[in-house]
């Protein structure tokens, strides 16, 4: 099993294990509490898919650092999944990766400065938001402080586009 994960027996049996085809049944199953509000759904698949091409590259780096905090058995699942999709080996060219993830995080920090609100599509919450909001947790969790992306993301002093996104999605979780 993948996870995540949902297994569901409303209105039918199904069972889904990707995030985003997650969010778009419960959007379907639950509309009173929308996630893709405005029929956003197309762009926020855009949107997705532009920023997993952003940080693809560079996202080595932190699946190395990933493996250093799980236990043995979880690490070897965690290599055996995602290098489906990344193939090894994950060498760490840190240098490098923190700047192909800043460009990317900066270009995201663009995006919420366009917007009136205080999230991407302005002042409605949306799956865009809880995207960047997973990734960043996910990268304060396994950098360390003295990383140069762990500063870029503003865990260390000098990280302030992309501390005022994880304050956003510290708010969010």
């Not at 501390?163 to 708010?171: H, L, Y």
Request: proline share 6%.
């Amino acid at each position: 099993m993948s996870i995540p994960s949902l297994s569901s027996a409303t209105p039918t049996l199904v069972h889904i294990t990707d995030s985003l085809e997650i969010a778009s049944y419960l959007e379907k199953t639950y509309p009173e509490k929308p996630i893709f509000p405005n029929n956003s759904e197309p762009l926020i698949r855009a949107f997705d898919s532009a920023h997993l091409s952003l940080i693809r590259p560079a996202v080595k780096s932190i699946f190395v650092r990933s493996t250093e905090i799980l236990n043995p058995a979880s690490a070897k699942f965690f290599i055996g999944a995602r290098s489906i999709d990344v193939p090894l080996p994950w060498d760490t060219r840190y240098d490098e990766d923190w700047d192909l993830l800043e460009k990317g995080y900066n270009t995201a920090y663009e995006l919420y400065q366009k917007t009136d609100g205080k999230w991407i599509i302005g002042n409605t919450f949306s799956y865009a938001d809880i995207i960047l909001a997973c990734y960043l947790l996910w990268y304060k969790r396994v950098l360390k402080e003295d990383d140069g992306l762990g500063s870029v993301l503003g865990m260390g002093e000098n990280g302030p586009k992309s501390s005022q996104m994880s304050r956003r999605s510290a708010n969010w979780a």
